[in-house]
């Protein structure tokens, strides 16, 4: 059984950081393409950042880029979100998905909350 399981969301006053980890198991983890997304109330789903394992290149929504970084580490079949200098409008639920060519799985996502 697949599982997709985020950690380390929370709330976070502006300016500040958070790391979320997302835990996979139940694949060949290094076959899939792996993706946060977020989603703020009332708001589609967003691809924020995502890795291939085969490649250093990360790539970045325009609205996160020079703020987060991605990395995965294969070894411990894991993918993490730094988030820096966190905005209010960063608030949302944000996801995992791990993805190839015929399947697609997602977590259940954590919160993240950006206030003073």
């Known amino acids: 059984q697949v599982q997709l399981v985020e950690s380390g969301g929370g709330l976070v006053q502006p300016g500040g950081s958070l790391r979320l980890s997302c835990k996979a198991s139940?694949?060949?983890?290094?076959?899939?393409?792996m993706k946060w997304y977020r989603q703020a109330p009332g708001k589609e789903r967003e691809l924020v950042a995502s890795a291939f394992s085969s490649s250093t290149v990360r790539s970045y929504a325009p609205s996160v880029k020079g703020r987060f970084v991605m990395d995965r580490d294969d070894a411990e079949s894991t993918v993490y979100l730094q988030m820096e200098s966190l905005k209010p409008e960063d608030t949302a639920v944000y996801y995992c998905?791990?993805?190839?060519?015929?399947?697609?799985?997602w977590g259940q996502g954590t919160q993240v909350t950006v206030s003073s």
């Open positions: 998905n791990a993805q190839d060519r015929i399947t697609d799985y």
């Open positions: 139940g694949l060949f983890f290094t076959r899939y393409l």
